[in-house]
């Protein structure tokens, strides 16, 4: 049996850490080739990557560029093999997809990296065996999401760095009494119920990366603290701006001052700590990220003088905070990986499962476990504002899950979620997206908006804004608003993807129309990004394609085929958004001509 391909947001999410990773942090070469290389086949454009056309969109020569006596592209393609073998034997040593670049050519290659925990590296001195590896590759369906390639991959630690016999036995007993106490509250609580749900609700006690075992309140979130190591104007205003961004995410508890060194690390497997470092040249800032309770770093990034001069400081931490603190996040892969999940965390962590691979399946897992925190009685407005999307969701594509699902009742989650959270930018987020569904365009804008302005530093709420202004009809406002989202965080979900195609085809910009129509072609099966898809082939020439893709469309949404006004008119799409769609769609002989 082939090996399973890795799908395209998981691939763009790697991507992202790799550019991002100190062992390419200099080399501005090496970034710009790889990133040139893996975007160009991932909008299906394998084909261009000759000598040629490298010299000319990476390193800026001529057409008379001439391989045989100008050796440059060859010799930057060897270091980039060089870095890449390098990444994925130290820092990306757990990374969930492989990217290569097989000799003789450019075209990069992709696969699913299944690591299982090394002996070394397990548990010490507790008396108990080692959980399993949950790498079931031979079992499992295909990963779609960077998720479910995460579920197959458990991290690894190095045997240099396992702990001393000291720090094990300090860190064994700290964790025992950590048990004991969480299981009294366990029983106080009834909190049973809960672990023995099915596979949508993540065990509380497990084996992780950490060597212990760590129990958790269902409802905490990651916590995060700074520690500032450096000094001067660029490092105050690195720390100020992340301070800024940090506040605003309701993913995460922020506490507003330094890490204490002082702590007891191995009780906080779901701490983490943004130190500010010196960079490696005079005015460089570091950023790393690490866990409290390993030490191990999820995220180095160094900001040039430039990067962190005031007008671009916040632009550099909103790309860094929004690759780490979502559920997206580096922080939520590792633990996810590392299998220390509260309640809350496992349930978001469906949730954008959902949201990168939209299916019933990964829709009900979510919704599941969140309505299952919601029946305890949870106190999170993060809860109820996922829920009222989710809902909404299954309202708009006709899910099984939850019976007779209706807007009554998404709005009622949503209002729950403003009233608990009056903060919080889901929560006006998801009053955003229903207000956009029920066609009250002014309202959803309003928001929207409020939800930007309450996270700027969250490329996902500023996506959000720029997506309900296009939906709404003011293309030349939300596009570039939507379009800097997606090109600064590569790995965003696909209903980007789609916003940004619809701003660059209404606005004419067809050539970027077609490049985000083709970013959704690895997502599930929907009617409108069949269509999307459909449009953009045809708009870009590729008439075989065009053709594929509308007989498509034809087999799986014959009731969409035959009437796709009836869908936009549904889902409140703008008038002369809906007629320019219909007018394409008819050209490529979809619809009813009258």
């Given at each position: 049996m082939e090996p399973a391909t890795p799908a395209a947001p998981a691939v763009r999410e790697t991507l992202e850490r790799l550019l991002a990773s100190e062992t390419?942090?200099?080399?501005?070469?090496?970034?710009?080739?790889?990133?040139?290389?893996?975007?160009?086949?991932?909008?299906?454009?394998?084909?261009?990557?000759?000598?040629?056309?490298?010299?000319?969109?990476?390193?800026?020569?001529?057409?008379d560029f001439d391989a045989a006596t100008d050796a440059v592209v060859r010799v930057q393609a060897g270091r980039l093999r060089e870095l890449l073998d390098q990444y994925f034997a130290n820092e990306g040593i757990a990374e969930p997809v492989r990217i290569a670049i097989p000799r003789g050519g450019y075209v990069p290659s992709y696969e699913l990296n299944a690591i299982r925990l090394p002996a070394e590296a397990k548990p010490a001195d507790t008396g108990q065996a080692a959980s399993p590896s949950t790498d079931t590759a031979g079992?499992?369906?295909?990963?779609?999401?960077?998720?479910?390639?995460?579920?197959?991959?458990?991290?690894?630690?190095?045997?240099?760095?396992?702990?001393?016999?000291?720090?094990?036995?300090?860190?064994?007993?700290?964790?025992?009494?950590?048990i004991i106490a969480m299981l009294g509250v366990l029983v106080v609580r009834q909190g049973n119920a809960f672990l023995n749900n099915d596979d949508a609700a993540a065990p509380v006690e497990t084996a992780g990366a950490t060597g212990s075992v760590s129990a958790q309140a269902f409802e905490n979130l990651p916590l995060i603290y700074i520690a500032i190591k450096a000094d001067g104007p660029e490092a105050a205003r690195v720390a100020s701006s992340l301070r800024a961004g940090l506040a605003g995410f309701d993913t995460i508890d922020f506490i507003g001052r330094d890490a204490d060194a002082a702590r007891d690390t191995s009780a906080d497997p779901v701490s983490f700590v943004f130190d500010i470092v010196p960079g490696p040249a005079a005015g460089n800032?570091?950023?790393?990220?690490?866990?409290?309770?390993?030490?191990?770093?999820?995220?180095?990034?160094?900001?040039?003088?430039?990067?962190?001069?005031?007008?671009?400081?916040?632009?550099?931490?909103?790309?860094?905070?929004?690759?780490?603190?979502?559920?997206?996040?580096?922080?939520?892969?590792?633990?996810?990986?590392?299998?220390?999940?509260?309640?809350q965390i496992g349930c978001l962590v469906l949730d954008d499962r959902y949201y990168l691979d939209q299916s019933a399946k990964t829709h009900e897992a979510a919704y599941r476990c969140l309505e299952k925190l919601a029946g305890e009685g949870t106190k999170s407005s993060l809860v109820y504002?996922?829920?009222?999307?989710?809902?909404?969701?299954?309202?708009?594509?006709?899910?099984?899950?939850?019976?007779?699902?209706?807007?009554?009742?998404?709005?009622?989650?949503?209002?729950?979620?403003?009233?608990?959270?009056?903060?919080?930018?889901?929560?006006?987020?998801?009053?955003?997206?229903?207000?956009?569904?029920?066609?009250?365009?002014?309202?959803?804008?309003?928001?929207?908006?409020?939800?930007?302005?309450?996270?700027?530093?969250?490329?996902?709420m500023a996506a959000a804004y720029g997506y309900g202004l296009i939906f709404a009809g003011r293309y030349q406002e939300g596009t570039p608003i939507l379009g800097h989202a997606v090109e600064t965080f590569s790995g965003h979900p696909?209903?980007?993807?789609?916003?940004?195609?619809?701003?660059?085809?209404?606005?004419?910009?067809?050539?970027?129309?077609?490049?985000?129509?083709?970013?959704?072609?690895?997502?599930?099966?929907?009617?409108?990004?069949?269509?999307?898809?459909?449009i953009g082939a045809k708009i870009s020439g590729r008439d075989k394609l065009a053709s594929e893709l509308a007989n498509e469309l034809t087999a799986e949404f014959p009731k969409f085929a035959a009437n796709p006004r009836a869908t936009f008119v549904d889902r409140k799409y703008p008038a002369d958004l809906t007629d320019r769609l219909v007018q394409s769609l008819r050209s490529a002989g979809i619809g009813n001509p009258s």
């Open positions: 390419f942090g200099r080399s501005e070469r090496a970034r710009r080739l790889l990133r040139y290389l893996v975007e160009r086949e991932q909008a299906g454009e394998a084909d261009r990557l000759k000598g040629l056309s490298i010299a000319m969109d990476v390193f800026g020569k001529d057409r079992a499992a369906p295909a990963p779609t999401s960077h998720f479910d390639n995460l579920a197959a991959a458990e991290l690894a630690i190095p045997a240099a760095t396992a702990p001393s016999l000291t720090r094990q036995l300090r860190f064994f007993w700290a964790a025992m009494v950590l800032v570091a950023i790393e990220l690490q866990s409290v309770a390993t030490g191990r770093v999820l995220l180095s990034r160094n900001l040039t003088p430039a990067e962190s001069a005031p007008g671009a400081v916040e632009s550099s931490i909103a790309s860094l905070l929004t690759s780490t603190v979502p559920a997206s996040g580096a922080i939520y892969s590792y633990i996810d990986q590392s299998d220390i999940q509260t309640g504002s996922e829920l009222a999307s989710l809902h909404l969701e299954a309202v708009n594509n006709h899910y099984a899950y939850p019976p007779s699902a209706s807007i009554e009742q998404a709005m009622s989650f949503a209002h729950r979620a403003i009233q608990m959270g009056p903060m919080s930018p889901h929560a006006h987020r998801a009053y955003g997206y229903l207000n956009s569904r029920l066609g009250n365009t002014d309202e959803a804008i309003r928001w929207m908006r409020k939800a930007y302005e309450l996270n700027p530093y969250d490329l996902g696909t209903w980007w993807d789609y916003g940004l195609f619809v701003g660059a085809f209404m606005q004419g910009d067809t050539k970027r129309a077609a490049i985000a129509s083709e970013s959704l072609r690895t997502t599930a099966s929907k009617s409108h990004y069949l269509a999307a898809r459909l």
